[in-house]
């Protein structure tokens, strides 16, 4: 329990907050394409690193990922909070020939399981307030469609009573 809440709060206050929404998604959402039996799922560039590991922990190239690699250097090293996330998950930052690495280490396999959890559940809440936000945009603009609908047929209506009232007068007009 202990270690969900920790992880709870490295998610919300500290990734998702301090970072532009865009960007916070995008270090948990979307990166890396995963092909598992012939179909393609996309993982969340943490939970990447964290479902590799859990899918086939004997795999060493799962082990550990270069902070300079592009792809990791901007989804999970330059968002503040990511980092750090991955070093609770059990990455540690090593140099091996002068390069560094994030290294997991196998007696973190529990908080790597924790931390993927909270990441799959915070990602789930993410998603259905982009849901519920893009329904209530979608409806605002509906809204907005039907108002301005509804003033273009009133300005037609008008338009159709004050050319009848003009043909009544000019009618009236010839008659006298």
């Not at 329990?1 to 998604?25: H, S, T």
């Not at 979608?138 to 301005?148: F, G, I, L, S, T």
């Amino acid at each position: 329990y202990e270690k969900r809440m920790e992880f709870r709060r490295m998610v919300d206050p500290g990734i998702l907050r301090p970072n532009r929404r865009e960007v916070a998604m995008k270090s948990l959402r979307v990166s890396f394409p995963i092909v598992s039996s012939s179909v393609h799922h996309y993982w969340p560039t943490l939970s990447t690193l964290a479902q590799n590991l859990l899918r086939e922990p004997s795999n060493p190239k799962f082990h550990s990922f270069k902070p300079t690699n592009s792809v990791i250097k901007r989804d999970l090293v330059d968002p503040k909070g990511t980092l750090e996330y991955a070093v609770a998950m059990g990455f540690h930052p090593e140099v091996d020939n002068f390069q560094p690495y994030y290294k997991f280490h196998e007696r973190h396999m529990t908080d790597l399981r924790v931390g993927s959890a909270v990441l799959l559940e915070a990602l789930e809440v993410q998603e259905a307030q982009d849901r519920r936000l893009e329904a209530g945009l979608k409806a605002k603009k509906d809204e907005e469609a039907a108002r301005v609908e509804l003033a273009k047929k009133q300005f037609m209506d008008d338009r159709k009573s004050k050319a009848m009232r003009d043909e009544r007068e000019k009618a009236r007009a010839q008659a006298q």
